[in-house]
Nanobody, 122 residues
């Protein structure tokens, strides 16, 4: 139903900032709640943040509280992840995802982007 493409990843020094973009096509992002995930080599995929949708609050992982912010630009059909005060442990492939559904007591996302690499050097 919707195609997601992430961009904005790259190499940044510790303490720096990056803004990731997730451009959607096929459907308007207003139809979906959106989330960001990340996966480091050899690690499980980790939830980062979810935005508000239909009056729901934005949720976030404790590890990124106060550093990462999610936002939308509905006119551009794009969702963003603003990442500040980056640390080497933030190094991972970052994915955006759409349309969480509650399944077996946890949320499953129906649509995923291809991911964008974020590397933070010390």
């Amino acid at each position: 139903q919707v195609h997601l493409v992430e961009s904005g990843g790259g190499l940044v020094q510790a303490g720096g900032s990056l803004r990731l973009s997730c451009a959607a096509s096929g459907r308007t992002i207003s139809s979906y709640a959106m989330g960001w995930f990340r996966q480091a080599p050899g690690k499980e995929r980790e939830f980062v943040r979810r935005d508000t949708w239909s009056g729901m609050r934005t949720y976030y992982a404790e590890s990124v509280k106060g550093r990462f912010t999610i936002s939308r630009d509905n006119a551009k059909n794009t969702v963003y992840l603003q990442m500040n005060s980056l640390q080497p442990e933030d190094t991972a492939v970052y994915y955006c995802a759409a349309n969480p559904r509650l399944l077996g007591g946890s949320y499953v996302y129906d649509y995923w982007g291809q991911g964008t690499q974020v590397t933070v050097s010390s």
